[in-house]
């Protein structure tokens, strides 16, 4: 019988020790997503074709407002445009240029780039033009469209009191001042 005890009580320690496999996580874990990429097959749709473009371009805004945003609270500076000072057509200059899209250097001339479109057509990427000025008869303001929320239209640009913000077009300074809407991309 005190062998059994003994067998039993050396069966139950060894089945103990069974050794885990310790993990060990660096300080800084780092974990990337690559986007799906849209695969049109051979053959595809015309619809499934303006599908995938539409998913393109609004990747590629997506990329261009991010990189109008990276200059946030920089200070308003006529002709800037770096992260010392910037004005409203640099920002979108730099913003547009850093993804190879080449627009007018001032807001007058990016106002005849690309296609005029209607304000409720609006989406994320166009651009919002004004005349802020009583004495001039042109366009001298320029921002970039970031949000279309139920009707509220929110857009980055230079402000020259407050830099680099987002506006409401609902605000009434801004909806008094509007021109036009067009679509770059």
Excluded: Q
């Excluded at 005849?112 to 009583?134: A, H, P, Q, Y």
């Amino acid at each position: 019988m005190i062998r059994k005890v003994t067998f039993f009580l050396i069966i139950l320690s060894l089945g103990s020790c069974v050794s885990k496999k310790k993990t060990t996580y660096s300080k800084d874990r780092k974990v990337s997503v690559a986007p799906s990429k849209v695969i049109i097959k051979k053959g595809a749709s015309s619809k499934a074709k303006r599908k995938a473009e539409e998913i393109a371009v609004e990747r590629k805004a997506d990329k261009i407002i991010n990189s109008a945003l990276a200059f946030s609270g920089t200070p308003y500076k006529f002709g800037g445009t770096t992260k010392r000072g910037m004005d409203c057509s640099g920002l979108l200059y730099v913003a547009f240029s850093e993804h190879n899209i080449t627009l007018p250097r001032v807001s007058y001339n990016m106002a005849n780039e690309g296609k005029e479109i209607r304000v409720k057509d609006v989406e994320k990427g166009d651009l919002l033009f004004f005349r802020t000025s009583k004495k001039r008869k042109r366009i001298n303001h320029v921002g970039l469209v970031v949000a279309t929320d139920n009707n509220e239209i929110k857009f980055v640009h230079a402000s020259t009191s407050r830099g680099v913000i987002v506006s409401s077009l609902r605000e009434g300074y801004w909806n008094y001042a509007f021109v036009k809407a067009t679509r770059v991309l």
